[in-house]
């Protein structure tokens, strides 16, 4: 049924993420440990987005979460 999704996010997503994260990360660990995480993230290069159409069918719920997976490690697997 190929129920993944992937989207390449382009840059203003990208800084809302990184700004969302940092935030999250200097409330729970400071701002140290919120501006490491901050230049980490900022020194990815690309980013993709992955979701997964769900059913209404438990059994073709969970097949197609298993696709998804299948899908996303394949394409782990062709990027390294």
Not at 32 to 48: C, F, H, I, T, Y
Not at 73 to 80: D, G, K, M, S, V
């Amino acid at each position: 049924t190929e129920p993944w999704r992937v989207r390449w996010l382009g840059p203003e997503t990208r800084a809302s993420l990184v700004d969302l994260n940092a935030k999250l990360v200097a409330a729970s660990k400071g701002e140290d440990a919120a501006e490491k995480k901050r230049q980490s993230w900022n020194r990815v290069p690309g980013w993709l987005f992955v979701t997964c159409r769900r059913s209404s069918d438990p059994l073709q719920d969970e097949e197609d979460v298993a696709a998804c997976h299948c899908a996303v490690q394949n394409l782990l697997l062709a990027l390294w």
